[in-house]
Nanobody, 119 residues
Framework: QVQLVESGGGLVQPGGSLRLSCAAS????????MAWYRQAPGKQRELVAA???????NYADSVRGRFTISRDNAKNTVYLQMNSVKPEDTAVYYC?????????????WGQGTQVTVSS
């Protein structure tokens, strides 16, 4: 079993910055990939950014050039640096990880953290 704990959400003004963190904990797992998703009211959950174990990254077109995903393997933590935020970035942000435990792959979700962009 793997637990994900997210932090860093809150209220930020348009054009501002925010950094989200997601730490994975548990026993006997290795992380294959970590990602951030978001879900705005009335909309489907969408991929924001992802990073593989080899540090390959991909981003949604709507955030490319403004958001940066990174990971600290020693801490089993993934970050999302959000710069030049816009009101349309307002959503609940969820962390997701794919891990291997005893040769089987599993995925886990965090509880979500609210990001509100407003003046």
């Amino acid at each position: 079993q793997v637990q994900l704990v997210e932090s860093g959400g809150g209220l930020v003004q348009p054009g501002g910055s925010l950094r989200l963190s997601c730490a994975a904990s548990g026993n006997g797992f290795s992380i294959n990939a970590m990602a951030w998703y978001r879900q705005a009211p009335g909309k489907q959950r969408e991929l924001v950014a992802a990073v593989t174990s080899g540090n390959s990254t991909n981003y949604a077109d709507s955030v490319r050039g403004r958001f940066t995903i990174s990971r600290d393997n020693a801490k089993n933590t993934v970050y999302l640096q959000m710069n030049s935020v816009k009101p349309e970035d307002t959503a609940v942000y969820y962390c997701k990880t794919r891990v291997t435990i005893r040769a089987y792959e599993y995925q886990y979700w965090g509880q979500g953290t609210q990001v509100t962009v407003s003046s």
